[in-house]
């Protein structure tokens, strides 16, 4: 597509400068892509490790609370179930990966602290209290891993779309018009050079 520009020689000398321009950010975009995607891929590779991880760790601490409602009851254990309580403090930081913001979790799992006594538990009941809290840790580094690969999917969207308008829509109509107003340039030189002999022509005679 040729733009809407004068054919001049200012219009050829602007458009070539915003040729290399394009050229250059284009690119940038693509070395930019290429990490995002190195990035994603490790990412994403982690947080389905880490998804197993938090699924086999949650299967485990159900399977051990089930054998502690049998021994004790639904009942028993929902109380001693209220009398526990799993804190975690959080701090949001982040970090960057090609202007990317990625967010990071600076997490202290505090230190499990039951409020009941030893009658009317089990060893499984204490097993299981275990295992949920372990899993905490687990699950909280799956929400970290998830949303950083959401961030990295967002901005390599992004990116892509950027090269692609670069690549089938402002570089080839950059190089269209650039061909177009040279060519329109070298035409009306042939007619100032053919006028120009026409003209010295006529003095001769």
Request: aromatic share 4%.
């Amino acid at each position: 597509m040729i733009l809407d520009v004068p054919p001049t020689k200012s219009s050829l000398l602007e458009l070539k400068e915003q040729l290399a321009i394009a050229r250059n950010g284009h690119e940038l975009l693509e070395e930019k892509r290429e990490v995002l995607v190195s990035e994603l891929l490790h990412i994403i590779d982690d947080a389905e490790a880490c998804r197993r991880r938090a699924n086999e760790a949650l299967a485990q601490a159900y399977r051990v609370l089930r054998e502690a409602m049998a021994e004790l009851g639904r009942d028993q254990v929902r109380r001693a179930a209220l009398a526990c309580a799993a804190e975690a403090r959080i701090a949001l930081r982040e970090r960057s990966v090609m202007g990317v913001p990625i967010p990071i979790l600076e997490r202290q799992i505090l230190e499990l602290q039951p409020q009941f006594g030893l009658l009317g538990t089990s060893h499984a009941l204490d097993e299981a209290l275990r295992r949920f809290h372990a899993a905490l840790e687990v699950i909280l580094h799956l929400a970290e891993t998830e949303r950083t690969a959401w961030h990295l999917a967002v901005e390599l969207k992004k990116t892509q779309r950027r090269v692609n308008a670069l690549e089938n829509i402002f570089i080839p109509g950059y190089e269209e018009t650039i061909r177009y107003i040279e060519g329109r340039l070298e035409e009306v030189e042939r007619e100032t050079i053919f006028q120009m002999k026409l003209l010295k022509k006529g003095r001769g005679r």
